[in-house]
């Protein structure tokens, strides 16, 4: 059973920054590019960031881009979004995702799902 456990979530203040890790049990890591999603209360969930296969290529929400990065790390089957300058506006549920296609925004296009982790930012 593949898994996708999202850690680094929390509290911090406008203007602070948290950088969150997720880790698959895919055997195959490598193969799959990887994404984060966000989720805020009563809102649709949202592209926030994602990273191709080999790393090279990454893509930003025009919300995020210039304060987060996504970076990944296949020898530990890993994937990071460094958020900084953080915003009450980015409060929400992260969520890493993986799929077997580069390049892609959409949620449908991703196959496995991690449970969710919570950041919120206060004014």
């Known amino acids: 059973q593949v898994q996708l456990v999202e850690s680094g979530g929390g509290l911090v203040q406008a203007g602070g920054s948290l950088r969150l890790s997720c880790t698959a049990s895919?055997?195959?890591?490598?193969?799959?590019?990887m994404g984060w999603f966000r989720q805020a209360p009563g809102k649709e969930r949202e592209f926030v960031a994602a990273?191709?296969?080999?790393?090279?290529?990454?893509f930003y929400a025009d919300a995020v881009k210039g304060r987060f990065t996504i970076s990944r790390d296949n020898a530990k089957n890993s994937v990071y979004l460094q958020m900084n300058t953080l915003k009450p506006e980015d409060t929400a549920v992260y969520y890493c995702?993986?799929?077997?296609?580069?390049?892609?925004?959409?949620?449908?296009?991703?196959?496995?799902w991690g449970q969710g982790t919570q950041v919120t930012v206060s004014s």
């Open positions: 895919l055997r195959t890591f490598s193969s799959f590019a």
């Open positions: 990273i191709s296969s080999g790393g090279r290529v990454k």
């Open positions: 995702a993986a799929s077997p296609n580069d390049n892609r925004r959409s949620a449908l296009d991703y196959t496995y």
